[in-house]
């Protein structure tokens, strides 16, 4: 059996995975501290199955970096190694948009409750609010404490794992589509000639410095002025992808910056946010006073979380649209997409407490209305100083430049299926394309991915001067 680096990366995951198995499986060891409290046991079972839960996560991953070395050697077998590659690709996508679906659904949803309670009328003097509802079919009713209930019920309901694994099955796709190709996804030699590897460390480096830096922010006095906080916050995130920018392909570049994002939304979650709550949990059952600051500092990294969705949902998509990736204003473009999204979120927010902020959705509008204009492709005239090409030459261009990707039988080292199945052997395919290749190919550049086959600045100007004269 021939090894590829990539074989070794799935077996050396395989092995650091196992390794951790092993260890939380002696860690989660050990009997239960028997208690009257029932709650309270409930409380010690959940802090000491933590590492359990860590143990059958990493027993998962283990197995599925064995099935997919496995699978590869034998899809490669049988010449299905790019079928295999694109279902694993798939199963991991879906997995990921499902658990993401779910934990900004559940975020969206308290925040409403939040922002919707009636806190005025009729309460007890132990409540913040209360809130009724109609869903499907039936009435709900909700109630929130001041800080505990006198006696907590034996059944409490966490929202964690939603979190914890949208962002590890984003780790996951990440490392499926960007660190195991990164000369096709990360490196545009156009931006910054440097290594793969050296674009990985990037990339990994920039999603670890990103949650260092806001954490210290969080832990500042900053943190209790909320405009400056925000202000900050949003400059050193523009900082982060103008320098994203410089150095990986627009799209890499993009999808780094939501992953920072997604990586601070989900450390809140699991540094703050359940740990404050546990820390409630157990001096309510232990009748202990409570310490009212970690339900706020939970709230508000909670309420940090909620506005930071929309951007990265964006970005979850961006890849589909060159147009906002590919120029080299990328970051301004990424820029201006933030500000809209975050007045549009913020005049949610603020609407359901029954606030006005009208003057959100102009700022919104024209942001868009300035996007559009600022992506705008450039009129295309016939240009006199570029060479007119015979269709024999710019199909040449096209096979030469594209074909590796796009044809019947793939030469490229990561595509062997043509993507999305659009293929340009004759003139004939490539009048059914020739909108798309003039917007990825002549306009963005965005095409081919980090321009592998070094297509220079003359054949995109042939070609697209060709197309014109073909529309």
Known sequence: MEFTHHDFLHLALFIVFSLLTLFLNAKSKGKNAENPNALLVQYQVELKNKALVYRNVSAVFALLFLSVLIGTYFSREYGLEAHFSEWM???????????????????????????????????????????????????????????????????????????????????????????????????????????????????????LSGWIIYDILCKSSLIHKKKAFAIVGFAIVIALSFILSKLLSGRAAFMHVGALLGTIMVANVFFVIIPSQKAMVRAAIEGKPLNPELGKMAGLRSLHNNYITFPVLYIMISNHFPSTFSPSTNWIILTLLIIASVAIKHYVNLHEKGQKAASMIPIAAVTFVALFIITAPKQQKADPSVEKITDDIAMNIIHTRCGTCHSTSPTDDVFKIAPNGVTYDSVDDVMKHKDKIMTRAVHTTSMPFGNKTNMTDVERKQLGAWLLKNH
């Open 89 to 207: 690709n798939l199963l991991v996508r879906w997995t990921h948009v499902i658990f993401g679906i779910a934990w900004i659904g559940a975020s969206f949803y308290f925040i409403f409750l939040e922002n919707s309670l009636n806190r005025t009328d009729g309460l007890r003097d132990e409540l913040v609010g209360n809130l009724w509802a109609v869903h499907g079919g039936g009435f709900y009713y909700v109630e929130k404490y001041k800080v505990a209930p006198q006696t907590l019920p034996k059944t409490l309901h966490w929202f964690k794992y939603e979190a914890y694994f949208t962002w590890i099955t984003g780790i996951v796709l990440m490392l499926i589509i960007y660190y195991m190709n990164p000369n096709a996804y990360m490196v545009d030699k156009n931006v910054a000639d440097i290594a793969p590897s050296t674009a990985i460390w990037i990339g990994i480096g920039s999603l």
